[in-house]
């Protein structure tokens, strides 16, 4: 078959390999339909390479239809249309009994100190061959697949894999209060749809901070006051102040991570300018102070008092420093970690069914085939093209 494949820093592409395989009984194989490009690839396109091996199949967003299943599967048969969360977890655990599938107890990689194993990121995650590809092997065919129904096409189901969980984990775990008020760093894929929840859920302000233009424009098209860091770098905290009642948000999500912050592993701030076309970058870099504020400490700067950060952007750093004291003086709570797909898909799967409140079907920018890969890696890192999302089709080849 042909899948994504990782062969260095900004090198991914698409390798002809053997065919997944029932290995255990409960496996079920998929074939895939559609399957997105995450910015957490982008983090192993750039950031993550120690963590990968040449060779190893990407993807954690795939969708698609059950090709063969082992012989203890029950509850799904050939033909199913399914979607496969990023976290592989086994359904039955200590962990995944309260919805903490992140930490599944079956799949947690020891050797690395990690929680449960995920689809195709690193060693750290299990190394567990990804979705980019014509087919996947899926473990815990009983438990893990989520059955949805035919009829839509697939953009209204493919995000249940990783985009709308994550998202909305991020809002509930904002916990903002009647009537109060939300920032969002952040309009990829993650921080607009978290905006979009937000508006659903009733959050009546609704900030998105981001510096790329369609990205901002793209939010404020659903009513997200938008700020754009590229104009406002020194006075953010003023102007978000004077949107939130002059004491600040009651919540802040930072959908941005590790690559605003900096490198886990190397010095990459410098670098950063790279990452964004030529005329972002010079705006950035003429825009004093916005490259020192990383987004997770802009959060904590701009949050109100007594208020709370959500934070679904990853980040890597083992020695990020971290100011605790104006953590501690503003009493901030924070709320992280990879979302638990499973435990919010009864309160997403019911939105998907008759019509589409979030804008899932018109949520792509890009459908592309497999083949098309390396472009669209290279066009979603450097923002090019309009891309915030790009659905990849390996049946479209
Ligand atoms: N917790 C989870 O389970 C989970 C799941 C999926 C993605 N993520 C993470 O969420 C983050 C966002 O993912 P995405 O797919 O939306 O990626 P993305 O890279 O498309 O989006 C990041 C956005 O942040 C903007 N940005 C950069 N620096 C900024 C700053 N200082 N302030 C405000 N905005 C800034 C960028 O312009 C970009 O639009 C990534 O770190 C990804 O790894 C986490
Ligand atoms: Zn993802
Ligand atoms: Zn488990």
């Known amino acids: 078959m042909k899948a994504v494949t990782w062969h260095g820093r ?68 050939t033909g199913d249309r399914v979607v496969v969360p990023f976290n592989v977890c086994c359904g039955t655990c ?17 050797e690395m100190g990690s929680g449960g194993a995920l689809f195709g990121y690193t060693k750290l995650y299990g190394q567990i061959p990804g979705g980019q590809a014509e087919y996947l092997r899926v473990p815990f065919g009983n438990t893990l697949p989520i059955k949805v129904p035919g009829g ?15 998202a909305w984990q991020a ?10 008020s939300l920032a969002v760093l952040g309009l990829g894929p993650i921080g607009d749809m978290c905006t979009r929840i937000a508006q659903h859920r009733g959050i009546e302000t609704v900030i998105g901070i981001d510096l790329v233009p369609e990205r901002l424009r793209r939010a404020q098209a659903h009513e997200v006051k938008t700020v754009d860091l590229c104009s406002h770098g020194k006075d953010l905290a003023e102007l978000v102040r004077e949107l939130t009642a002059g004491r600040g948000p009651d919540a802040v999500i930072d959908a941005v991570g590790m690559e605003a912050h900096g490198s886990p592993i ?18 950035l870099m003429t825009t004093a102070g916005i490259d020192r504020l990383a987004a997770l400490h802009t959060a904590i700067h701009l949050v109100r008092r007594g208020g709370t950060i959500s934070l679904s952007g990853v980040y890597g750093g083992v020695a990020s420093p971290m100011p605790l004291l104006t953590m501690f003086d503003k ?9 638990n797909v499973h435990r919010w898909v009864p309160d997403i799967l019911p939105l998907l069914a008759d019509d589409d ?41």
């Open 94 to 110: 200590f962990m995944c009994n309260q919805g903490l599938q992140s930490q599944c107890e079956t799949t947690q990689v020891h």
């Open 10 to 77: 900004r090198d991914v592409r698409v390798d002809t390999v053997p065919d997944p395989k029932i290995e255990q009984p409960t496996d079920v194989i998929v074939e895939v339909t559609s399957t997105g490009i995450c910015g957490s690839d982008l983090h192993l396109y750039e950031i993550l390479g120690p963590f990968l091996d040449e060779g190893d199949i990407l993807g954690h967003e795939p969708m698609g239809t059950v090709a063969d299943v082992g012989a203890d599967v029950t509850e799904v048969k």
């Open 266 to 283: 190397g010095k990459i701030a410098h670098r950063l300018t790279s990452l964004l076309p030529d005329d972002l970058a010079a705006r």
């Open 152 to 166: 839509p096409p697939d953009d209204r189901f493919v995000y249940l894999s990783d985009v709308l969980p994550t």
């Open 171 to 180: 809002v509930a775990y904002a916990d903002v209060p009647p009537g109060g």
């Open 357 to 397: 409140p979030l804008g899932t079907e018109d949520f792509a920018t890009h459908r592309l085939p497999l083949d098309a890969a390396p472009e669209a890696y290279a066009t979603f890192q450097h923002k090019r093209d309009g891309m915030v999302k790009a659905l990849l089709q390996p049946r479209a080849n």
């Open 331 to 339: 009493q901030i709570q924070l709320q992280m970690g990879q979302a």
